[in-house]
């Protein structure tokens, strides 16, 4: 079982689709989890449909939904971190290190969460997780803890191979589809679900297992 | 942000010329346009608060519509832009947004930062 964990990711809602069941199912079994957000994804696209945000609000509309995801899912601790979207791979190195850092120096979590970087495509993305594995390869080897990552570039299991870590989430997919649904200024319906209601088989099809990467140093 | 009445947004115009302003200008195609289709080309542009000042400014077109602005030595052009938000009486703030929803450009001009 998982003590403490911590997840950094750049955006809210990148927890939603790949990792919200794995959350929801830690936290089920006594975890407790802080979710280092980095940025307020405040240069995203979506603004509903239609648009019910606008560059000016959408700050504000999507702190919101992030709170309402971290709820959805059970995560006690929520981090934001105040970085600017899209800013990340040309932030100074030493201040975002240091913040993350300063994280897991105060929580000694037993599993961080984040992407692969090099294969998670958003440059946001890349440079969040890079930033990761920099501060934990600087860890000394038995102090580090478990890195799980996501990833899902064009053919990234041509580099770094398949998943090494399953997680069966069917039994928190209320947890799920509600920590999707929180970000509804980013997900529409016919996004999320298709034209058609999907059955409870094709949900557990869809989004009934998570997959992640164990980093190796 | 509702579609644009071209009237108001002029009257804005108006209303913020001849005085100093932060702008917000943005074109975009999104960070995931060539993971969803290779044949794109991603491309992104903004500009956050920078200080303008324009004399003379116009809405034009049937919409989507176009903006310009005519400052001292240059001018502000945007093309695209189909929503405003019809609350803001100090502010315009504009966007674009294709048939997905998505907003592909922005432009925003007020007296205090943004």
């Keep these: 079982m998982e003590q403490q964990i911590l997840v950094v990711l750049p955006h809210p809602d990148d927890e939603a689709f790949g990792l919200s069941g794995t959350l929801a199912m830690h936290v089920h079994n006594g975890a407790r989890v802080t979710y280092a957000c980095l940025t307020l994804g405040e240069m995203g696209r979506n603004m509903g449909i239609p648009p019910f945000a606008s560059r000016v609000t959408l700050p504000a509309v999507r702190k919101a939904e992030l709170e309402s995801s971290c709820r959805a899912i059970g995560i006690q601790d929520l981090r934001l971190l105040g970085f600017h979207d899209k800013t990340i791979e040309f932030e100074d190195q030493e201040l975002l290190d240091s913040r993350i850092r300063e994280l897991i120096e105060e929580l000694s979590p037993t599993l961080v969460v984040t992407f692969y970087p090099g294969y998670s495509v958003h440059p946001d993305h890349d440079a969040c997780g890079a930033a990761v594995i920099r501060v934990i390869s600087q860890m000394p080897a038995e102090e580090r803890p478990t890195v799980h990552c996501l990833a899902f570039s064009r053919n990234h299991e041509e580099a770094i191979g398949r998943p090494d870590v399953h997680y069966d989430v069917r039994a928190f997919l209320k947890h799920k589809l509600a920590s999707i649904q929180s970000h509804r200024s980013q997900f529409q319906a016919a996004e999320l679900l298709g034209k058609n209601e999907l059955t409870q088989q094709e949900i557990e099809a869809r989004f009934g297992t998570e997959h992640f990467w164990t980093y190796r140093f | ?114």
């Design chain 2, 1 to 114: 942000m509702q579609l644009i009445q071209p009237s108001k947004v002029q009257q804005l115009i108006e209303k913020l010329k001849d005085q100093d302003l932060y702008v917000h200008i943005e074109q975009t195609t999104g960070a995931y346009a060539a993971h969803f289709d290779s044949s794109k080309h991603p491309a992104a542009s903004f500009l956050t608060n920078a200080r303008i000042r324009y004399s003379h400014g116009a809405i034009s077109g049937n919409g989507p519509f176009r903006v310009g602005l005519k400052m001292a030595h240059g001018w502000v052009y945007s093309e695209g832009l189909t929503h405003y938000e019809d609350t803001e009486t100090e502010r315009l703030i504009m966007a674009g947004h294709d048939s997905q929803g998505k907003l592909i450009v922005a432009l925003q001009l007020s007296p205090e930062p943004f």
